[in-house]
């Protein structure tokens, strides 16, 4: 009788281990965006921040395909927001989502991220991005972590500045030899700003060894090479959310 209770107990025990187990298995690892605290373009007064399609439309691919996806900034807190123009559909999707709204409003610090709980991490644009993203050490080194796991790293516009400093275990630049795509210069003259941003991004970018690919201007194009995703501007925010996913399934 002592032996089959002992038997019965082992087995209750294997179970429950089981059923606490079993639903962390098929958890998905969630997605890190990365948006700027940065507020004004230089000494110019005009405003600026993450760009708000930039994180809406990767945001509307993702959450739907069943994604967490979480916040970070170089300084905590609410992120200044640029583009925003809620007559876009997914713009005005994600402001009035309670959920994302709430964890966009209070994002992470970069010391309250652990790598490990992400598959991807993503930097939106907005030309704040030029200003706070590039020489952030403690976002680098997430973003090295998170590709070292096996994950993905993704930008899209001005986001990519955020690459641009990233360095592996091995000592190389991430985009050093991959194909890289970004806000160009063509692009920074048309609008004027090439003499404010700190740094040129598509001279930045070649200069760590990224294969830079570019087409006309305002056109969709994004680049995917060895998990690294980049998009040229806020045409193509939705295709790298794509891109993503693919990258995600595989």
């Known amino acids: 009788m002592k032996k089959i209770l ?83 559909p997914v713009n005005k999707e994600f402001w009035e989502n309670k959920e994302y709204k709430n964890k966009i409003d209070h994002s992470f610090k970069p010391s309250q991220i652990n790598p490990d709980n992400y598959s991807a991490i993503f930097y939106a644009g907005g030309h704040g991005a030029m200003w706070d993203l590039a020489d952030n050490i403690e976002l680098a080194n997430i973003a090295s972590k998170i590709y070292e796991n096996n994950g993905i790293v993704a930008g899209v516009c001005h986001g990519p500045a955020g690459l641009v400093n990233i360095k592996l275990s091995n000592g190389k630049y991430l985009v050093d030899g991959k194909k890289i795509n970004a806000f160009t210069n063509e692009k920074e003259s048309e609008v004027k700003l090439t003499n404010v941003v700190p740094f040129l991004l598509e001279d930045k970018l070649i200069e760590r060894g990224a294969q830079f690919e570019k087409s006309g201007l305002w056109q969709n194009h994004v680049v995917s090479d060895q998990r690294v995703i980049t998009g040229q501007n806020p045409q193509s925010a939705k295709s790298v959310g794509e891109a993503m996913l693919k990258e995600l399934k595989n």
């Open 6 to 88: 002992f038997l019965l107990l082992i087995l209750f025990n294997i179970g429950s281990i089981q059923a606490q187990t079993k639903p962390y298995k098929n958890m998905k690892k969630k997605i890190l965006f990365v948006v700027t605290s940065h507020d004004k373009k230089g000494n110019t007064g005009e405003n600026t921040g993450y760009y708000l399609g930039e994180v809406s439309h990767p945001w509307e691919v993702l959450h739907r395909a069943g994604y967490e996806i979480d916040f970070v900034s170089p300084k905590g807190g609410t992120p200044p927001v640029d583009g925003f123009d809620l007559k876009d």
